[in-house]
């Protein structure tokens, strides 16, 4: 069965997922800034189906007519809410949205989800993808497992059937807001196995330090719950905990994080291993490696957000603010080596 699809602000992983779709038979229109795909990282995905006869200029959003399309926000964080806002018109007319972007808005610091219901009563079902993968990974068609984050049964029911391979699979759950927050804390995370691979024996506190951010990650979920009256937090905290284990089991929570830890791919990653180096300051890290989700994030919790803080969350912010030769004594204090 065919289904329509809109895919909007696609940058690599929005285009990899359409490949996706379009490989799957679906019909899918792509909105971007740019129709080219003529850029070095997007040769590099390999796409086998996207053509620029797929591609629409972006800014001709609010002028198209709305027909049954699945929509699906591709953006970074950053773009998350400019692309709401510079197309208000469009996203008042629809009543489901899906988004391949997770993390928090870095002006409210609030989770996406939150900020969404708020700024869009229209919008009464939302759905986050969100799992271990790299855009490349899904053009090569390797196998990928990921969590489809969703209050609403139908529509975690819909895009598991619709989006379903031979290689690439959706686990539904509807604890979004873990998911939402293991985005966040895996990028943190992974700059700071970035900087450890860096200045010790490469994997040694990889665990640990993903252990971290899955305990991390659990607390600022329970925060996250914290405007509820009481009996409901204390009815949403029962039900998490008697569930721990398969929320923190699913792909979106720990099989991220240890992806991105693990990755030399990952861009935060990166960034940690730049920001270890005595020559490197965090200014030219940032433009060496472009966009750090993990970076951005990081400044937000610790100044900007309802969440607050954590422990990975707040060595980050210190070593960011460090000087360059106080960076690995504040690693070794928190490793306690």
Same mark, same amino acid.
């Given at each position: 069965m065919t289904t329509k699809f809109r895919v909007l602000g696609a940058g690599v992983w929005g285009l990899a997922f359409s490949d996706h779709l379009l490989n799957l038979g679906h019909s899918v229109e792509i909105f971007r800034r740019d129709t080219s795909l003529e850029s070095d990282s997007i040769k590099k995905l390999g796409l086998k189906n996207v053509?620029?006869?797929?591609?629409?200029?972006?800014?001709?959003?609010?002028?198209?007519?709305?027909?049954?399309e699945i929509n699906i926000v591709a953006v970074n964080s950053k773009g998350f809410r400019d692309l709401l806002n510079n197309h208000d018109d469009y996203f008042s007319r629809l009543t489901e949205l899906v988004?391949?972007?997770?993390g928090i808005d870095h002006q409210s610091g609030r989770l996406f989800s939150n900020y969404l219901s708020d700024r869009f009563t229209n919008i009464q079902k939302y759905g986050l993808i969100s799992g271990p993968?790299?855009?490349?990974d899904l053009c090569d068609r390797k196998k990928i497992i990921v969590s489809f984050a969703s209050l609403d049964n139908d529509l975690c029911k819909d895009m598991s059937d619709v989006t379903r391979s031979s290689y690439f699979q959706m686990t539904p759950t509807k604890y979004i807001h873990h998911i939402e927050i293991a985005g966040v804390i895996k990028n943190i995370a992974a700059i700071i196995c970035g900087m450890v691979d860096k200045y010790f024996d490469k994997g040694i506190y990889t665990n640990k330090i993903i252990k971290k951010a899955c305990e991390d990650t659990w607390r600022l979920a329970e925060e996250s719950f914290s405007h509820l009256h009481a009996k409901e937090y204390q009815k949403m905290i029962d039900d998490t905990n008697h569930h721990k284990d398969i929320i923190i089991s699913s792909p979106g929570y720990i099989g991220d994080m240890i992806l991105t830890c693990k990755q030399n791919q990952s861009r935060n990653y990166q960034f940690g291993k730049l920001i270890a180096d005595q020559e490197t300051s965090i200014e030219d890290a940032r433009d060496i490696i472009g966009t750090v989700e993990g970076y951005d994030c990081c400044q937000? @919790?610790?100044? /900007?957000?309802? @969440?607050?803080? /954590?422990?990975l969350t707040s060595l980050l912010y210190e070593i960011l603010k460090s000087e360059i030769k106080e960076r690995e004594g504040l690693l070794k204090e928190f490793l306690q080596v």
């Amino acid at each position: 069965m065919t289904t329509k699809f809109r895919v909007l602000g696609a940058g690599v992983w929005g285009l990899a997922f359409s490949d996706h779709l379009l490989n799957l038979g679906h019909s899918v229109e792509i909105f971007r800034r740019d129709t080219s795909l003529e850029s070095d990282s997007i040769k590099k995905l390999g796409l086998k189906n996207v053509t620029p006869k797929h591609i629409k200029l972006l800014v001709t959003l609010d002028d198209q007519k709305l027909d049954d399309e699945i929509n699906i926000v591709a953006v970074n964080s950053k773009g998350f809410r400019d692309l709401l806002n510079n197309h208000d018109d469009y996203f008042s007319r629809l009543t489901e949205l899906v988004s391949l972007t997770k993390g928090i808005d870095h002006q409210s610091g609030r989770l996406f989800s939150n900020y969404l219901s708020d700024r869009f009563t229209n919008i009464q079902k939302y759905g986050l993808i969100s799992g271990p993968s790299f855009a490349k990974d899904l053009c090569d068609r390797k196998k990928i497992i990921v969590s489809f984050a969703s209050l609403d049964n139908d529509l975690c029911k819909d895009m598991s059937d619709v989006t379903r391979s031979s290689y690439f699979q959706m686990t539904p759950t509807k604890y979004i807001h873990h998911i939402e927050i293991a985005g966040v804390i895996k990028n943190i995370a992974a700059i700071i196995c970035g900087m450890v691979d860096k200045y010790f024996d490469k994997g040694i506190y990889t665990n640990k330090i993903i252990k971290k951010a899955c305990e991390d990650t659990w607390r600022l979920a329970e925060e996250s719950f914290s405007h509820l009256h009481a009996k409901e937090y204390q009815k949403m905290i029962d039900d998490t905990n008697h569930h721990k284990d398969i929320i923190i089991s699913s792909p979106g929570y720990i099989g991220d994080m240890i992806l991105t830890c693990k990755q030399n791919q990952s861009r935060n990653y990166q960034f940690g291993k730049l920001i270890a180096d005595q020559e490197t300051s965090i200014e030219d890290a940032r433009d060496i490696i472009g966009t750090v989700e993990g970076y951005d994030c990081c400044q937000t @919790l610790m100044e /900007n957000s309802e @969440l607050g803080s /954590n422990g990975l969350t707040s060595l980050l912010y210190e070593i960011l603010k460090s000087e360059i030769k106080e960076r690995e004594g504040l690693l070794k204090e928190f490793l306690q080596v």
